[in-house]
C-alpha cells in the first residue's frame, strides 16, 4: 500500500511552528514525514532556514512518525559528522530515522569558501562519502585520502537497525548510477512519462528499498488564491539544471524567477482549489509504482491544507496499491 507522508519545509516555516505542524499532521492522519536541510531559503520570500537536524531530534522525540532528511555530505558537512549524527538518531529512534545524502547545491554549500565543483565531481565525492558512513555506521575505523579525506574516524553510537541510506534524484542517468549503493529512491514531481524512466532505470540496475516521490502541490480556497500562494512561494523552484545546483544565494534565484509565471510554476507544482483533483493526481503517482508520497504544500500556512487533505484526501488513498514491479 502506498503510504502518505509530509513533507515539513525548512526554508518556508519558523522551525518551532513546523514542530506544531508536524505533530498535526500525524493527528491528521499522515503516516511519516521527511524534511530539508537547507542553511539558506530558495528564495527572501520564504525567510526561514532551521537546522534540520536539531528540529529532527525534536520531531521524533514528540512524534511517533517515522522521519527522514535530504543532506548532502562532502563540503558543508565532513562525512564522519554525518555518520555520527545519523547513529546518534537512528540509536534514540531504532527503525524511524532515514537519510537521502545528496550531492548537494551551491546554495548551502557556498559558504565554506571552497570551490564548487563540476557535477560528475560531486557526484564522486558523494559516492565516497556514502561509502565513509556505511563503514562508519558499521562500527569501522574509517581512513580515506580521496574527494573527501578522512583520518582514523570512528563513530561510537551504534544504531540497530542501521538507518537506510537512500539517494535523492532527478535525472535517469543518476538513478541508474546511484542503484549500486542506495537503500532506496527519492525523487520529486516530474512528468509521468519522465518518472516511469527514472523508477526503470533505478530498478533495472539493480536498485533495491522503497521508491519516494516528493509532491509539490498548492491548495487553498479558490483557485487563484491556490495559483499566487504557488507562484508567490515557489516560482524559483522551477529552474532546471545546472542553475538549480550552481546558483548561490537567494537574491539570485529571486533575479531569475522575476519574470516567472503561473504556467511556468503549474510544470512544477500540483495546483488545485479541489481536494479530489489533488486525490486523482497522487494515486496517479502511486500507480506508476512509488511505495511513498510525501506532499509538500507550497504555503507557509499549513494548518487547514493539513485538515482539509486528512478529511478528504488521505481517505481517498487508504486503497492506492503501487504498480506491480
Request: charged share 20%; net charge negative; hydrophobic share 45%.
Amino acid at each position: 500500500m502506498t503510504r502518505i507522508g509530509f513533507h515539513a519545509s525548512h526554508e518556508q516555516v519558523a522551525p518551532r511552528q513546523l514542530l506544531s505542524d508536524l505533530q498535526h499532521a500525524e493527528q491528521a492522519g499522515f503516516q511519516m514525514g521527511m524534511c530539508s536541510d537547507h542553511l539558506f531559503p530558495w528564495s527572501e520570500r520564504q525567510g526561514h532556514s532551521g537546522y534540520a537536524w536539531s528540529w529532527l531530534g525534536a520531531a521524533l522525540a514528540t512524534t511517533g512518525l517515522e522521519l527522514g532528511v535530504v543532506s548532502a555530505p562532502g563540503e558543508r558537512y565532513h562525512p564522519a559528522v554525518a555518520a555520527q549524527k545519523i547513529a546518534t538518531l537512528g540509536e534514540m529512534f531504532p527503525g524511524r530515522f532515514w537519510v537521502a545524502l545528496g550531492s548537494g547545491q551551491a546554495l548551502n554549500e557556498h559558504v565554506t569558501g571552497a570551490r564548487w565543483p563540476a557535477k560528475d565531481v560531486r557526484d564522486r565525492r558523494r559516492d565516497e562519502c556514502v561509502d565513509v558512513i556505511r563503514r562508519l555506521l558499521a562500527g569501522e575505523e574509517v581512513s580515506h585520502d580521496g574527494l573527501v579525506t578522512v583520518d582514523r574516524a570512528r563513530v561510537w553510537e551504534r544504531a540497530e537497525p542501521v538507518p537506510l541510506l537512500v539517494a535523492p534524484v532527478v535525472s535517469v542517468a543518476s538513478a541508474s548510477r546511484v542503484a549500486a549503493w542506495a537503500d532506496g529512491l527519492i525523487t520529486i514531481n516530474q512528468p509521468p512519462e519522465q518518472l516511469q524512466q527514472v523508477l526503470a532505470a533505478y530498478r533495472e540496475a539493480g536498485g533495491r528499498g522503497r521508491a519516494s516521490l516528493q509532491v509539490h502541490l498548492s491548495w487553498a480556497r479558490t483557485e487563484e488564491e491556490a495559483e499566487a500562494l504557488a507562484v508567490d512561494q515557489w516560482r524559483t523552484n522551477v529552474f532546471s539544471e545546472p542553475v538549480i545546483w550552481d546558483t548561490a544565494t537567494a537574491a539570485g534565484f529571486d533575479a531569475m524567477a522575476e519574470h516567472v509565471g503561473p504556467a511556468s510554476v503549474a510544470q512544477a507544482v500540483r495546483i488545485s482549489a479541489e481536494p479530489g483533483q489533488h486525490a486523482a493526481w497522487l494515486a496517479e503517482y502511486a500507480e506508476l509504482g512509488f511505495d511513498d508520497l510525501y506532499l509538500h504544500h507550497v504555503g507557509q500556512q499549513q494548518q487547514e491544507f493539513l485538515d482539509v487533505f486528512g478529511e478528504q484526501v488521505l481517505p481517498q488513498l487508504a486503497g492506492s496499491s503501487p504498480a506491480v514491479r
